[in-house]
Protein backbone atom coordinates (compact mmCIF):
# COMPACT_ATOMS: atom_id res chain seq x y z
CA UNK A 1 0.00 0.00 0.00
CA UNK A 2 1.56 3.64 -0.49
CA UNK A 3 0.45 6.84 -0.81
CA UNK A 4 0.73 9.46 -3.83
CA UNK A 5 -0.07 12.99 -4.47
CA UNK A 6 -2.51 14.82 -6.77
CA UNK A 7 -0.72 15.32 -10.21
CA UNK A 8 -1.61 16.16 -13.69
CA UNK A 9 -0.30 16.59 -17.47
CA UNK A 10 -0.44 17.77 -20.18
CA UNK A 11 -0.90 15.90 -23.78
CA UNK A 12 0.13 17.77 -26.56
CA UNK A 13 2.52 17.66 -29.82
CA UNK A 14 1.89 14.24 -30.80
CA UNK A 15 0.73 12.74 -33.82
CA UNK A 16 -2.39 11.17 -34.15
CA UNK A 17 -1.35 7.90 -33.46
CA UNK A 18 0.71 8.61 -31.21
CA UNK A 19 -1.86 10.55 -29.04
CA UNK A 20 -4.81 8.32 -29.18
CA UNK A 21 -2.26 5.14 -28.38
CA UNK A 22 -1.67 6.97 -25.17
CA UNK A 23 -5.66 7.87 -24.65
CA UNK A 24 -5.98 3.91 -24.60
CA UNK A 25 -2.81 2.73 -22.78
CA UNK A 26 -3.88 4.65 -20.03
CA UNK A 27 -7.44 3.39 -20.20
CA UNK A 28 -6.59 -0.37 -20.14
CA UNK A 29 -3.28 0.16 -18.92
CA UNK A 30 -1.72 -2.71 -21.45
CA UNK A 31 1.71 -3.34 -21.79
CA UNK A 32 2.77 -0.26 -24.92
CA UNK A 33 4.40 -1.54 -28.01
CA UNK A 34 5.91 0.41 -30.28
CA UNK A 35 3.64 -0.12 -33.47
CA UNK A 36 0.96 2.72 -32.21
CA UNK A 37 -0.77 2.69 -35.09
CA UNK A 38 -1.43 -1.03 -35.18
CA UNK A 39 -2.72 -0.77 -31.88
CA UNK A 40 -5.34 2.21 -32.63
CA UNK A 41 -6.49 0.08 -35.58
CA UNK A 42 -7.25 -2.90 -33.44
CA UNK A 43 -9.37 -0.06 -31.35
CA UNK A 44 -11.06 0.92 -34.06
CA UNK A 45 -11.84 -2.43 -35.44
CA UNK A 46 -13.46 -3.62 -31.56
CA UNK A 47 -15.25 -0.21 -31.98
CA UNK A 48 -13.52 1.49 -29.23
CA UNK A 49 -14.01 4.47 -30.42
CA UNK A 50 -13.75 6.45 -27.59
CA UNK A 51 -9.94 6.60 -27.59
CA UNK A 52 -10.35 8.17 -31.00
CA UNK A 53 -12.57 11.01 -29.61
CA UNK A 54 -9.79 12.80 -27.83
CA UNK A 55 -7.79 13.53 -31.15
CA UNK A 56 -9.66 16.93 -32.51
CA UNK A 57 -8.98 19.36 -35.35
CA UNK A 58 -10.37 22.40 -36.54
CA UNK A 59 -11.19 23.45 -40.01
CA UNK A 60 -11.74 26.72 -41.75
CA UNK A 61 -14.51 26.10 -44.86
CA UNK A 62 -16.68 27.96 -47.06
CA UNK A 63 -20.00 28.82 -46.24
CA UNK A 64 -21.26 26.31 -48.32
CA UNK A 65 -20.25 23.51 -46.53
CA UNK A 66 -20.98 24.90 -43.00
CA UNK A 67 -24.45 25.12 -43.92
CA UNK A 68 -24.09 21.33 -44.93
CA UNK A 69 -22.92 20.65 -41.88
CA UNK A 70 -25.47 22.46 -40.07
CA UNK A 71 -28.03 20.69 -41.52
CA UNK A 72 -26.60 17.71 -40.94
CA UNK A 73 -27.65 18.14 -37.13
CA UNK A 74 -24.33 16.18 -35.61
CA UNK A 75 -24.48 17.39 -31.53
CA UNK A 76 -21.14 16.61 -31.71
CA UNK A 77 -19.51 19.17 -33.98
CA UNK A 78 -18.80 22.01 -33.06
CA UNK A 79 -19.39 24.68 -35.36
CA UNK A 80 -18.84 28.59 -35.51
CA UNK A 81 -19.77 31.33 -37.76
CA UNK A 82 -17.54 34.87 -37.50
CA UNK A 83 -18.56 37.14 -40.25
CA UNK A 84 -18.09 35.55 -43.36
CA UNK A 85 -15.42 33.40 -41.78
CA UNK A 86 -16.77 29.97 -40.86
CA UNK A 87 -15.05 26.77 -38.82
CA UNK A 88 -15.64 23.76 -37.61
CA UNK A 89 -14.11 21.81 -34.72
CA UNK A 90 -14.42 17.95 -35.40
CA UNK A 91 -12.81 14.45 -33.85
CA UNK A 92 -12.30 11.16 -35.54
CA UNK A 93 -14.65 9.72 -33.59
CA UNK A 94 -17.59 11.44 -35.15
CA UNK A 95 -16.18 11.05 -38.47
CA UNK A 96 -15.68 7.07 -38.32
CA UNK A 97 -19.30 6.35 -36.77
CA UNK A 98 -20.81 8.63 -39.77
CA UNK A 99 -18.83 6.38 -42.21
CA UNK A 100 -20.34 3.60 -40.72
CA UNK A 101 -24.02 5.49 -41.07
CA UNK A 102 -23.96 7.40 -43.79
CA UNK A 103 -21.52 7.54 -46.63
CA UNK A 104 -23.22 10.39 -48.42
CA UNK A 105 -23.39 12.84 -45.26
CA UNK A 106 -21.55 16.16 -45.51
CA UNK A 107 -19.72 15.25 -42.85
CA UNK A 108 -17.41 13.05 -44.40
CA UNK A 109 -16.41 16.14 -46.45
CA UNK A 110 -13.71 17.00 -43.59
CA UNK A 111 -11.89 13.22 -43.90
CA UNK A 112 -10.76 15.15 -47.16
CA UNK A 113 -8.71 17.75 -44.93
CA UNK A 114 -7.34 15.12 -43.27
CA UNK A 115 -3.64 13.36 -44.12
CA UNK A 116 -3.16 10.38 -45.76
CA UNK A 117 -2.35 7.79 -43.25
CA UNK A 118 -5.48 8.57 -41.76
CA UNK A 119 -7.72 8.85 -44.46
CA UNK A 120 -6.73 5.27 -44.96
CA UNK A 121 -8.81 4.33 -41.91
CA UNK A 122 -11.66 4.78 -43.81
CA UNK A 123 -11.55 1.83 -46.53
CA UNK A 124 -12.83 2.50 -49.94
CA UNK A 125 -13.56 6.39 -48.91
CA UNK A 126 -13.07 8.75 -52.06
CA UNK A 127 -11.56 11.99 -51.66
CA UNK A 128 -13.84 15.20 -52.37
CA UNK A 129 -13.36 18.25 -53.36
CA UNK A 130 -13.45 20.55 -50.39
CA UNK A 131 -12.41 23.88 -49.64
CA UNK A 132 -11.09 24.17 -46.45
CA UNK A 133 -8.08 23.89 -44.61
CA UNK A 134 -7.03 22.16 -41.42
CA UNK A 135 -5.81 24.94 -39.16
CA UNK A 136 -2.00 25.02 -37.08
CA UNK A 137 -2.18 24.94 -33.51
CA UNK A 138 -0.56 28.47 -33.86
CA UNK A 139 -3.64 29.83 -36.02
CA UNK A 140 -6.02 28.44 -33.59
CA UNK A 141 -3.93 30.90 -30.94
CA UNK A 142 -4.40 33.40 -32.76
CA UNK A 143 -7.90 33.69 -33.02
CA UNK A 144 -10.11 36.12 -31.29
CA UNK A 145 -10.96 35.04 -28.07
CA UNK A 146 -14.45 34.33 -28.40
CA UNK A 147 -13.40 31.95 -31.45
CA UNK A 148 -10.09 30.69 -29.53
CA UNK A 149 -12.58 29.86 -26.38
CA UNK A 150 -14.61 27.44 -28.40
CA UNK A 151 -12.03 25.70 -30.83
CA UNK A 152 -9.08 25.34 -28.29
CA UNK A 153 -9.35 21.56 -27.00
CA UNK A 154 -6.96 20.79 -24.30
CA UNK A 155 -6.26 17.78 -22.90
CA UNK A 156 -5.01 16.44 -19.51
CA UNK A 157 -4.19 13.72 -18.07
CA UNK A 158 -5.24 13.88 -14.50
CA UNK A 159 -3.92 11.32 -11.47
CA UNK A 160 -6.30 11.59 -8.31
CA UNK A 161 -8.63 9.63 -6.50
CA UNK A 162 -11.76 7.87 -8.16
CA UNK A 163 -14.21 10.16 -5.76
CA UNK A 164 -12.73 13.17 -7.67
CA UNK A 165 -13.27 11.81 -11.03
CA UNK A 166 -17.17 10.57 -10.43
CA UNK A 167 -17.59 14.31 -9.87
CA UNK A 168 -15.61 15.14 -12.95
CA UNK A 169 -17.23 12.95 -15.47
CA UNK A 170 -20.50 14.91 -14.78
CA UNK A 171 -19.53 17.46 -17.35
CA UNK A 172 -20.75 15.88 -20.54
CA UNK A 173 -18.91 18.10 -23.01
CA UNK A 174 -15.47 16.65 -22.57
CA UNK A 175 -13.85 13.45 -23.48
CA UNK A 176 -12.95 10.83 -20.69
CA UNK A 177 -11.00 8.19 -20.67
CA UNK A 178 -10.08 6.80 -17.01
CA UNK A 179 -8.30 4.07 -15.78
CA UNK A 180 -10.58 0.73 -15.56
CA UNK A 181 -10.80 -0.95 -12.36
CA UNK A 182 -12.53 -3.89 -14.70
CA UNK A 183 -8.81 -4.79 -16.46
CA UNK A 184 -6.47 -3.54 -14.21
CA UNK A 185 -5.38 -6.08 -11.84
CA UNK A 186 -3.34 -4.43 -9.29
CA UNK A 187 -1.78 -7.76 -7.94
CA UNK A 188 0.45 -7.98 -10.47
CA UNK A 189 4.17 -6.29 -11.40
CA UNK A 190 3.42 -3.50 -13.36
CA UNK A 191 1.22 -1.73 -10.02
CA UNK A 192 4.02 -2.78 -7.68
CA UNK A 193 1.67 -5.62 -6.23
CA UNK A 194 -0.33 -3.55 -3.85
CA UNK A 195 -3.07 -0.77 -4.32
CA UNK A 196 -2.18 3.24 -4.41
CA UNK A 197 -4.19 5.64 -2.89
CA UNK A 198 -4.09 9.59 -3.28
CA UNK A 199 -2.97 10.96 0.52
CA UNK A 200 -6.11 12.44 2.09
CA UNK A 201 -6.13 16.12 2.62
CA UNK A 202 -6.42 15.22 6.49
CA UNK A 203 -4.14 12.47 6.61
CA UNK A 204 -1.61 13.85 9.48
CA UNK A 205 -4.93 14.57 11.89
CA UNK A 206 -6.56 11.23 10.84
CA UNK A 207 -4.05 8.47 9.82
CA UNK A 208 -4.78 5.48 11.67
CA UNK A 209 -8.16 5.37 10.73
CA UNK A 210 -7.00 5.74 6.46
CA UNK A 211 -4.18 3.30 7.40
CA UNK A 212 -6.21 0.74 9.20
CA UNK A 213 -9.03 0.69 6.83
CA UNK A 214 -6.72 1.02 3.32
CA UNK A 215 -4.27 -1.93 4.66
CA UNK A 216 -8.05 -4.17 4.87
CA UNK A 217 -8.76 -3.34 1.70
CA UNK A 218 -5.37 -4.09 0.52
CA UNK A 219 -5.39 -7.64 1.91
CA UNK A 220 -9.20 -8.36 0.99
CA UNK A 221 -8.45 -7.16 -2.38
CA UNK A 222 -4.66 -9.23 -3.08
CA UNK A 223 -6.59 -12.19 -1.32
CA UNK A 224 -9.36 -12.06 -3.89
CA UNK A 225 -6.53 -12.09 -7.04
CA UNK A 226 -4.76 -15.04 -5.02
CA UNK A 227 -7.89 -16.64 -5.44
CA UNK A 228 -8.59 -16.22 -9.53
CA UNK A 229 -11.61 -13.83 -8.81
CA UNK A 230 -11.93 -11.82 -11.59
CA UNK A 231 -10.56 -7.90 -11.34
CA UNK A 232 -13.81 -6.31 -12.37
CA UNK A 233 -16.02 -8.38 -9.63
CA UNK A 234 -12.89 -7.84 -7.00
CA UNK A 235 -13.04 -3.74 -8.05
CA UNK A 236 -16.31 -3.97 -5.57
CA UNK A 237 -14.35 -3.61 -2.34
CA UNK A 238 -12.14 -0.80 -3.91
CA UNK A 239 -12.53 2.43 -2.27
CA UNK A 240 -12.95 6.14 -3.21
CA UNK A 241 -9.18 7.32 -2.49
CA UNK A 242 -7.98 4.78 -4.79
CA UNK A 243 -5.64 6.12 -6.76
CA UNK A 244 -7.03 6.73 -10.69
CA UNK A 245 -5.69 8.35 -13.97
CA UNK A 246 -8.19 10.21 -16.41
CA UNK A 247 -7.60 11.95 -19.52
CA UNK A 248 -10.24 14.86 -20.39
CA UNK A 249 -10.52 16.78 -23.62
CA UNK A 250 -12.61 19.68 -23.54
CA UNK A 251 -12.97 23.32 -25.13
CA UNK A 252 -11.17 26.25 -23.20
CA UNK A 253 -14.69 27.23 -23.07
CA UNK A 254 -15.41 24.58 -21.20
CA UNK A 255 -12.66 24.08 -19.00
CA UNK A 256 -13.99 27.80 -18.01
CA UNK A 257 -16.83 26.08 -16.88
CA UNK A 258 -15.19 23.82 -14.83
CA UNK A 259 -12.98 26.15 -13.22
CA UNK A 260 -16.13 28.39 -11.89
CA UNK A 261 -17.76 24.73 -10.23
CA UNK A 262 -14.70 23.17 -9.60
CA UNK A 263 -12.69 25.70 -7.99
CA UNK A 264 -15.39 27.18 -5.77
CA UNK A 265 -15.81 27.35 -1.94
CA UNK A 266 -18.41 24.97 -2.20
CA UNK A 267 -16.32 22.21 -4.29
CA UNK A 268 -14.90 19.58 -2.55
CA UNK A 269 -11.66 19.55 -0.72
CA UNK A 270 -10.32 17.14 -3.05
CA UNK A 271 -12.04 18.37 -5.95
CA UNK A 272 -10.03 21.57 -5.05
CA UNK A 273 -6.53 20.23 -4.69
CA UNK A 274 -6.61 19.48 -8.02
CA UNK A 275 -8.53 21.58 -9.87
CA UNK A 276 -7.16 25.06 -8.34
CA UNK A 277 -3.37 24.09 -9.72
CA UNK A 278 -5.10 23.46 -13.27
CA UNK A 279 -6.33 26.84 -13.24
CA UNK A 280 -3.10 28.16 -12.60
CA UNK A 281 -1.51 26.13 -15.22
CA UNK A 282 -3.78 27.36 -17.85
CA UNK A 283 -3.24 31.15 -16.81
CA UNK A 284 0.38 30.69 -16.95
CA UNK A 285 -0.06 28.77 -20.56
CA UNK A 286 -2.12 32.05 -22.04
CA UNK A 287 -4.64 29.16 -22.45
CA UNK A 288 -7.34 31.81 -20.35
CA UNK A 289 -7.33 35.22 -22.19
Not at 87 to 112: A, C, G
Not at 139 to 148: A, K
Not at 175 to 192: L, V
Not at 214 to 237: C, H, N
Amino acid sequence: MRYIKPSFTEIKDLKPYDFIALVGHNCYQVDRTNDNEAFVKRLINNRHLAMVEHYSYVAKINSKLFDRLIKANNRFLTLVRDNRKCYVEFNLRILLETFDQDKNSPILDLVSLLDDDIIALFEGYEKREVKGKLLSKASISRLPQHLYDKLKFVTLKIITDRGVTHELVRHRICSFAQESTRYCNYAKDKFGNELTFILPIDYKENKKFYDESFAKDEESYLAMMKEGIAPELARSILPNKLKTSIIVTCSVDEWKKIFELRTSPRAHPDMREIMIPIKEYFLKKGYLK
